[in-house]
């Protein structure tokens, strides 16, 4: 037997099998001996299973009901844990944090406009070294017709 033909009896016995594979099943099963010793032991199985099955009986729940604890007990401990300045403190850190996040979006906001002004001036930069680079040079002759002469007056 292989285990394929395993699989589709643990399917057929779990009733996840389809009729595709209950027709397959059953033909195996009447060719191979160790499939229907398989298939036999798993239906013993079963049937053992559905014959030990037991209804409780209704007291056992009154049982368990009775055996809970008493919901007073339940508040005072709810109330011993959940205290006011605790609450108030807890809600203050939520809201700072809050707070902290949209700050933090808002940063990120600074940043990136900081960094677009940062290329442009880079950029305006570079246009004015190009702009000053491809001015022609400039030649400046000088005439010295009139002397300075200068005297001190005593």
Same mark, same amino acid.
């Given at each position: 037997?292989?285990?394929?033909?395993?699989?589709?009896?643990?399917?057929?016995?779990?009733?996840?099998?389809?009729?595709?594979?209950?027709?397959?099943?059953?033909?195996?099963?009447?060719?191979?001996?160790?499939?229907?010793?398989?298939?036999?032991?798993?239906?013993?199985?079963?049937?053992?299973?559905?014959?030990?099955?037991?209804? %409780?009986?209704?007291?056992?729940?009154?049982? =368990?009901?009775? !055996? $809970? /604890?008493?919901?007073?007990? *339940?508040?005072?401990?709810?109330?011993?844990?959940?205290?006011?300045?605790?609450?108030?403190?807890?809600?203050?850190?939520?809201?700072?944090?809050?707070?902290?996040?949209?700050?933090?979006?808002?940063?990120?906001?600074?940043?990136?406009?900081?960094?677009?002004?940062?290329?442009?001036?880079? %950029?305006?930069?570079?246009?004015?070294?190009? =702009?000053?680079? !491809? $001015? /022609?040079?400039?030649?400046? *002759?000088?005439?010295?017709?009139?002397?300075?002469?200068?005297?001190?007056?005593?």
């Amino acid at each position: 037997m292989n285990t394929k033909m395993e699989e589709i009896i643990n399917k057929y016995f779990d009733d996840e099998s389809s009729k595709e594979e209950e027709t397959f099943m059953f033909t195996q099963l009447s060719l191979d001996e160790d499939a229907r010793e398989y298939f036999k032991s798993l239906n013993l199985l079963k049937n053992t299973v559905e014959e030990t099955k037991e209804d %409780y009986p209704n007291e056992l729940d009154e049982k =368990l009901l009775l !055996s $809970l /604890p008493n919901m007073e007990e *339940n508040k005072h401990t709810i109330r011993k844990y959940f205290n006011l300045p605790t609450s108030i403190a807890y809600a203050i850190s939520v809201i700072l944090f809050i707070i902290l996040l949209s700050f933090r979006s808002e940063l990120s906001g600074y940043k990136e406009q900081l960094n677009l002004q940062t290329q442009q001036v880079n %950029y305006q930069s570079k246009m004015i070294k190009l =702009l000053f680079n !491809s $001015l /022609p040079p400039a030649v400046v *002759n000088a005439k010295l017709e009139n002397p300075i002469i200068v005297t001190p007056k005593l």
